[in-house]
């Protein structure tokens, strides 16, 4: 239900389980857009921007994409080979606030190198205002694992 009453948000365990399911598919495109050509710089002008067009911020990002054009260009006249995945891939990372310790425990595995303990849910957790708290089972649960953390204050 989208109302915001008691009643409406009683606990309903296959909301996660849903919201699992959407992160990974998510997850999914983006691993393809970010290996799969699509985070070609050279593609800089194919990049959906329909929802900036007609805006100044539009207008910029059509600026800087011309730059971005000339660099390449000057770049490939002194030798350099634009086609390596330094300019056709990247790298993307996830992070999210370690806020429901049911899921991230489930989703918290054992590296069988190392020894060590990673939550498999982001690269990096953070702990913010409403699990930060110094006797609390969210500090207790990120001093257990080797992901990266933040602590948003």
Not at 120 to 134: D, I, K, N, Q, Y
Request: hydrophobic share 35%.
């Amino acid at each position: 239900s989208e109302e915001f009453t008691a009643e409406a948000r009683r606990n309903n365990p296959n909301n996660m389980v849903e919201a699992y399911h959407q992160s990974a598919q998510t997850l999914n495109i983006l691993r393809a857009f970010a290996t799969g050509g699509y985070a070609d710089i050279s593609r800089l002008h194919a990049w959906n921007l329909d929802f900036i067009d007609q805006t100044i911020e539009g207008s910029l990002y059509r600026k800087f994409a011309v730059k971005v054009d000339e660099s390449l260009r000057f770049m490939k006249a002194i030798g350099i080979d634009t086609s390596s995945d330094r300019f056709t891939k990247t790298d993307f990372f996830t992070a999210h606030e370690c806020l429901l310790l049911p899921y991230e425990q489930a989703l918290t595995r054992k590296d069988s190198t190392t020894g060590k303990w990673y939550d498999c849910s982001a690269h990096m957790l953070w702990v913010g205002e409403r699990t930060r708290e110094l006797d609390g089972a969210h500090l207790e649960f990120t001093r257990g694992i080797c992901n990266p953390l933040g602590v948003k204050i």
